[in-house]
């Protein structure tokens, strides 16, 4: 996801504050700041079998001793503004051309809902998703962790926003149980090679596992395995793409650190992640391809996007696609029984009190929980939860929003497929044909 700072006017020429207030050169001023931007016979795995009842709730589905419940969500953002309202805020320079200080982030948030109680303790930011997580209590929680996390002050030269969260602030992650980052994605390596060693330090250590970048190429590319509580097995695959903003220099070498970038969409990259997914999942299991990829705005899903995702699941294996990137979620399919997530989203970010593409509501996210059969890898059920960011919190969203969000996700949906409808306690239900 390129994250442009004060995006829009900002993304092709500079901004000057002006007290709370924020002028563009193009003449114009504003309170918040202007954002960018099969056919053939179906094997019996693969053949439609009767959707759960509106009644199953999620809980209910996480009772379910023959099913695997994920968590899955957006882009985790907990550098830069949030990172200063955490315990340990580490050093607020930053070196974009439209803020100097990640205070500033946190000032226009304030600016905009009012006073973050910093410093806030850890569980903060998740606020109302904790209960949600609790309750669901999902087999494996997987998310894109898109900051650095690092003391490094050596940023990435060629790139205008670096984000980074200061290592004592980690438990902030581990509050919500988290047991997958994935980091194929570019704000990783902001502060360097260095900075990427130390995040995958710092993770390791507080024994939450990593997909998508490593010290070698081998390692970047080799899946998490996430083991449930009844024994069964998740493999967690990271990839990224030049499409979502990681420059071509971030890719792991033999003998460097980066992120597993994917070089083309192509049938040649399908075949070499079969042989990874097959190797990983010859005994069993489900796996996920969690890849960044594609534009920040616009629910607009390129041919080539889905028929990569179609690809995956038929010839590499893949159970789950997680895309994320845009700031906003987009349609989701469900493909031969097995669900692609185009676009997550954003879910825990500083942009509060930034203004533009208003219409795409990226204030509002969205928690994520396929069920999926193991046996067959085939999609069960599948129950989202709108959340609202405010004052860096996660909020329970009201039901104007989980409204708009429903008829979002109808609208962008019918082209796939799948419809939601409104289930108990503000959740959604997906459907498919």
């Avoid at 700041?33 to 996480?62: F, K, M, Y």
């Avoid at 329970?396 to 708009?404: L, Q």
Wanted: aromatic share 8%; glycine share 10%.
């Amino acid at each position: 996801m390129d994250r442009r700072g004060f995006i829009g006017c900002a993304a092709t020429m500079p901004l000057a504050l002006v007290g709370s207030r924020l002028a563009s050169p193009l003449g114009s001023t504003c309170t918040r700041v202007q954002v960018e931007e099969e056919g053939g016979e179906l094997a019996a795995r693969d053949r439609p079998r009767p959707r759960p009842s509106r009644e199953c709730t999620l809980a209910e589905a996480r009772a379910d001793p023959d099913t695997v419940t994920l968590f899955l969500c957006g882009d985790v953002m907990t550098g830069r503004g949030l990172d200063q309202v955490l315990p340990h805020p580490g050093d607020p320079l930053l070196h974009e051309p439209y803020a100097r200080s990640a205070s500033r982030y946190v000032e226009l948030a304030e600016a905009e809902n009012g006073t973050i109680p910093a410093p806030v303790d850890y569980s903060y930011p998740w606020g109302d998703a904790l209960a949600e997580l609790a309750r669901v209590a999902p087999d494996a929680r997987i998310i894109n962790l898109e900051t650095s996390v690092t003391t490094s002050d050596r940023h990435w030269p060629r790139k205008g926003i670096h984000y980074r969260m200061h290592p004592a602030n980690i438990p902030c992650i581990a509050a919500a149980a988290v047991d997958c980052c994935v980091l194929a994605n570019n704000h990783v390596i902001d502060w360097g090679f260095a900075g990427l060693r130390e995040t995958l330090e710092v993770l390791k250590a507080a024994g939450i596992q990593t997909a998508g970048a490593g010290l070698d190429s081998e390692q970047a590319a080799a899946p998490a395995t996430l083991t449930t509580g009844d024994g069964r097995r998740v493999f967690v695959f990271g990839f990224g793409t030049e499409t979502s903003g990681i420059p071509a220099d971030w890719a792991a070498q033999a003998d460097r650190p980066g992120v597993n970038l994917l070089k083309d969409l192509s049938p040649k990259t399908v075949r070499r992640i079969a042989g990874q997914v097959e190797g990983a999942k010859s005994e069993g299991g489900v796996g996920v391809a969690s890849i960044h990829w594609g534009a920040n705005w616009g629910y607009t899903v390129p041919a080539t996007q889905r028929e990569f995702a179609h690809r995956l699941i038929e010839e590499a294996g893949v159970d789950v696609v997680h895309g994320h990137s845009s700031h906003h979620f987009k349609g989701i399919e469900v493909h031969r029984g097995r669900p692609i997530l185009y676009g997550c989203g954003d879910f825990l970010n500083d942009y509060e009190g930034i203004s533009g593409r208003d219409q795409y509501r990226s204030d509002l996210v969205l928690l994520y929980f396929p069920v999926i059969d193991p046996s067959t890898g085939r999609l069960v059920r599948f129950r989202l939860l709108p959340m609202r960011i405010r004052r860096f919190r996660l909020n329970r969203a009201s039901r104007d929003d989980v409204e708009w969000v429903r008829d979002t996700l109808n609208r962008e949906g019918k082209r796939f497929g799948t419809w939601v409808e409104s289930g108990s306690a503000g959740e959604l239900e997906l459907r498919w044909t």
